[in-house]
């Protein structure tokens, strides 16, 4: 994949370039406002402060620092992908708060590296099966008022990070682990997966995955899942569209590799670029979005990256792509 | 379906229980201030001040008061489960305005009853024609601004009574008819039935229907039944979302009480608390969502009934549920 | 179609009718503002402003003036249906920025137009394959703003002008051609057709194109498309809805005739009113779109095409619909 982006990035150039034009009302205070959740429904003005072409050259090496600290989850990575996987099978890979903490670390330390993909997936008999109830147990306000912030941070997280994330879901996937999967940019899903909203027919209604799983299904479907708390099959997820594409069990790895594969191309800073402005668009009255997204277009228009692409193609010669949005 | 919710209910009992912490704004005024159309739309204070976790433990008994007295529609209730019956086949079940009174009529009894489920149901070779022409023919701008004031309130109080609503469609659904089953939270058709919007071939374009039935299909499909006015056929309709499933007319009945049986199962405070709270979160912006639905998950994990469903599970024990939410 | 729509039309006649009543907060100063893009965003009083009732009964008769003027495209018309030709095929009918201009144009022309329906078709191997990169290459920031500005307001046109508007899309529609299906109304693709947001495997990701895709695909569809670049084929784009239909390409003619005869029956002014109210409304939370949609709807019908229609149906006679809405 490397050499589809291009062999001669320069590790040592820095340079930021003209961020924003005249419209620019606000200029981010700290890296901190960056992927701060939320902040990007506030008003237009707020969207196009969003330093989006403040990009930097530098070309970042090395594995992550933290990858072997963790407990309930692994992380490696190879070549421009890294994998994270869900690694506590005999709790069913449940979302417990210490276990959510170490996968916001992961992303966090997903989004400086130099991956342009990272992949989530499972090990065991189930994806997940969602929150730990231990960690709700006789618990008091406050107690779950942060569990659920974290957990908000962590699905958020997955869709403010510059890489493409995709869910690789070979079993069963419930509540917030049905949410992480809804949360990720795609997902492949074996023929032996399933995905339940099961807090329905519980005590506790699966009120925030449900967000997730609404705003990639139809609405009767999402709530047949929620009040029935129910499994859907893999191939009616496929169907509804909570997944990408179902494909028999043996065939997960490959197809997962097809789909990074054929996401990772271009240039990783329009790619970037791209996803940030999905999110913060897709939500918008189409008037709005049309309004940020033609001025992000017209920005990123004129970037060394886009240049180049648009001059590879008049010369016919394959580009030769160096950027990379900072995070 | 009751003992799938524990048995043992207490029916003397009562009881207001912390209702928001300190982030809560306001206090609604009023009973008569609930399940107003368009409330939620104000701002996240608002969002967060209604007041889904004033809660009481009575259990009320026996049947509605009004079912026997309505000209249009028949009510009956089979233990659980309450069906509305449109009920004036000559008149192919137009939704007339006295029509449309004795529904909310009907409606704002359900919400006040102990039924878990609501089916909506129509007799005769018609689901229903939709608005009735006679309402309108010569009528004045104030009778059109009424009849579709009150047709608005009527589709708003399907989503707003804490029952699990499901629409049970044997046959044609035009207009406001085809509104009425977009509005329920659940539909199944059978394949006698079909949908349409007829407006766009007549002199008066179905703009409210449009309304339900675009925020349940595709754009162009939306788009498509309301300029050519034709009909869908069942299978299209389950196709595309607008139902939850197609069956043969003569399993219809069994295909309703199977939905509605997996639909009520679990906490009935629980079930309606995450209707209201997804027809809230629904039509915002993700991160306003997020911000409503987790802090409304967070107050209901420590609710009674959230926390007798987690204790059954870590204990290995069927749950009891006992809680219900006032309206 | 003019006979199912009424043949006695009165040439002469010209009447502007009582717009809105008390409701109403502002006249919008004249005609240049009808059809702003974006103005229906601002706020509800803003959308009850909307001059939708605003019609004349003139009739306007003869062709276009400019349609023998353009140098991409030609625009003729037969009938009550215009047809738009992208005709550039050595240049793969790419939306370079002196194309742009004249789409404007004819689109223009075409809303002041007696047409009812509008086709939009090419000519040659690609249907459409987006944004000439020669107008891109070496383009200062101000340039490419200017290119997207008239592009947006080129997909807003489509959405904006009081005709019916049909995608007829014979053959590969790629960036800014995708997202021209994508903001027509409707559309119907031949087999041979495919679709593609080919910037992401590029320099310059499809932001403005995946607004359009976005709104009528799932979520992780549109991503996919998005974010591989690769593209999919008509089928697929019937079966995710962004295509209403997908025909073998020799019934591509009658299938476009065939939806366009079909959505231009009724009223030609309800069928504009609910055309405009469509896209005001589909971007608003429902409680807002229905406060919106029913006045709209309760003024409608009082007007004189709707009170024709529903005399002729309580009459049992044909209706004959007289009113256009000027644009």
Tied chains: 1, 2, 3.
Excluded at 52 to 74: E, F, N
Excluded at 214 to 228: D, H, Q
Excluded at 272 to 285: H, N, P, T, V
């Amino acid at each position: 994949m490397e050499a589809a982006r291009g062999a001669d990035r320069n590790p040592t150039e820095e340079a930021s370039f003209s961020p924003w034009g005249g419209r620019v009302t606000r200029q981010l205070e700290s890296d901190a406002d960056i992927g701060r959740p939320g902040q990007y429904a506030e008003s237009n003005a707020e969207l196009l402060a969003w330093p989006v072409l403040s990009v930097t050259h530098t070309w970042k090496t090395g594995p992550m620092s933290s990858s072997s600290t963790y407990d309930a989850i692994r992380v490696s990575t190879d070549g421009a992908v890294t994998t994270l996987v869900l690694d506590k099978p005999e709790k069913r890979n449940a979302l417990s708060l210490p276990t959510m903490l170490e996968i916001v670390d992961a992303l966090q330390n997903v989004a400086q590296s130099d991956a342009d993909a990272l992949v989530i997936a499972a090990n065991g008999p189930v994806f997940s099966a969602g929150h730990n109830f231990a960690d709700m147990a006789g618990a008091d306000l406050d107690a779950t008022r942060h569990l659920f912030d974290v957990c908000t941070q962590m699905m958020n997280l997955v869709q403010e990070i510059p890489q493409v994330v995709v869910a690789k879901v070979h079993a069963l996937a419930t509540a917030a682990g049905c949410q992480l999967v809804a949360s990720c940019d795609l997902a492949v899903a074996a023929e032996s997966a399933a995905f339940a909203l099961p807090g329905g027919k519980g005590g506790l209604f699966c009120h925030t995955p449900l967000v997730a799983v609404s705003r990639n299904i139809g609405r009767k479907r999402a709530i047949e899942m929620a009040f029935t708390g129910d499994p859907i099959d893999a191939r009616t997820a496929a169907d509804w569209g909570l997944v990408n594409r179902v494909v028999a069990d043996t065939d997960l790895d490959d197809a997962v590799a097809d789909l990074v594969s054929r996401s990772v191309r271009g240039s990783a800073m329009s790619k970037s670029l791209g996803k940030r402005a999905f999110y913060a668009q897709i939500g918008l009255d189409q008037g709005d979005a049309y309004g940020y997204a033609a001025e992000v277009m017209a920005q990123a228009a004129v970037s060394p990256d886009a240049q180049e692409g648009i001059r590879a193609f008049l010369d016919k010669r394959s580009p030769m792509f160096t950027e990379r949005l900072t995070d």
